[in-house]
């Protein structure tokens, strides 16, 4: 007979021995919330720094699908991100989280990396290279920016000074920073789209834009990052799972200055409460 840990401390605290046949294991659901959470982080994620979100009012935009197919994108991406409490642009804002559709995107982040785009500003050489490399038909990435928790910005006394940033001190828990998204892109293959459902696509979109997350291993079913996948695509869900909705949730609840062990933490024990929802898997 096994029994999770959640379990344990009723069982320490109940009278009499403790059936020697029992043998505690650690809880399943537990175990895969955090497998998740480990196995979709995004690959440039400082170990000391907090997981990147956005703050700012999020403004999506689409380009290369006909108006009507872009309008949908544009409104489910806007509804996820309504969704876990961001706030959203008025009609006609700039758009600072752009879902593009093109003949060949690996060509087209070459394109933006020449040209100096401000869409891939902070990006590195290596940067570029592992987002063109990426396997599958899409590719994503944020723009992000380290502001104090505060939300203030770094700033230079004068040119010969390094960038400073006044922040407070921090304790066991938060850090004295906090990392921004200023812009998410997502690259997807124009031909990846055919006889696709749309609401299936923009839910992939939203994931990876507002998380940065990506699948880094087969996913299969559960989650709507295998999506243009080589090792899950053909079972990829027509939507976010409960995976999806609780790692989003766990990521823009609470604090954005915490350290990234205990929000990995938070996240998990968010994507339990999503499954024990009874929400579609």
């Given at each position: 007979m096994a029994i999770s840990l959640f379990a344990l401390a009723l069982l320490q605290a109940g009278a009499g021995d403790v059936d020697p046949?029992?043998?505690?294991?650690?809880d399943a659901s537990r175990e895969t919330a955090e497998q998740f959470?480990?196995?979709?982080?995004?690959?440039s994620q400082p170990n000391d720094e907090p997981l990147a979100r956005?703050?700012?009012?999020?403004?999506?935009?689409?380009?290369?699908?006909?108006?009507?197919?872009?309008?949908v994108i544009v409104d489910r991406?806007?509804?996820?991100?309504?969704?876990?409490?961001?706030?959203?642009?008025?009609?006609?804002?700039?758009?600072?989280?752009?879902?593009?559709?093109?003949?060949?995107?690996?060509?087209?982040?070459?394109?933006?990396?020449?040209?100096?785009?401000r869409a891939v500003a902070s990006q590195s050489r290596d940067d570029i290279r592992r987002i063109a490399d990426e396997a599958g038909q899409a590719r994503a990435w944020t723009e992000v920016v380290v502001k104090s928790r505060d939300g203030d910005l770094q700033s230079q006394d004068?040119?010969?000074?390094?960038?400073?940033?006044?922040?407070?001190?921090?304790t066991r828990l938060s850090m004295p920073i906090r990392r921004d998204i200023l812009s998410a892109t997502v690259l997807i293959e124009r031909d990846a789209v055919a006889g696709r459902n749309l609401t299936?696509?923009?839910?992939?979109?939203?994931?990876?834009?507002?998380?940065?997350?990506?699948?880094?291993?087969?996913?299969?079913?559960?989650s709507i990052?295998?999506?243009?996948?080589?090792?899950?695509?053909?079972r990829a869900p027509e939507g976010l799972t409960a995976l999806d909705r609780g790692y989003l949730k766990g990521l823009?609840?609470?604090?954005?200055?915490?350290?990234?062990m205990v929000k990995r933490d938070y996240i998990a024990r968010s994507i339990l409460r999503e499954r024990l929802a009874g929400g579609p898997e």
């Open positions: 046949a029992i043998t505690v294991t650690p959470v480990n196995r979709i982080e995004p690959v956005y703050t700012d009012p999020v403004c999506v935009g689409s380009a290369g699908l006909p108006a009507e197919a872009a309008q991406v806007s509804e996820v991100a309504a969704s876990v409490g961001l706030r959203t642009g008025a009609p006609g804002c700039a758009p600072n989280l752009m879902v593009v559709f093109d003949r060949d995107t690996t060509a087209a982040v070459q394109r933006l990396s020449q040209g100096r785009s004068t040119p010969n000074n390094p960038p400073s940033l006044r922040v407070s001190t921090s299936q696509i923009a839910d992939y979109a939203a994931m990876r834009a507002l998380t940065g997350a990506r699948s880094r291993g087969e996913l299969g079913a559960s990052l295998s999506l243009f996948t080589p090792q899950g695509d053909s823009y609840s609470g604090r954005g200055d915490l350290w990234p």
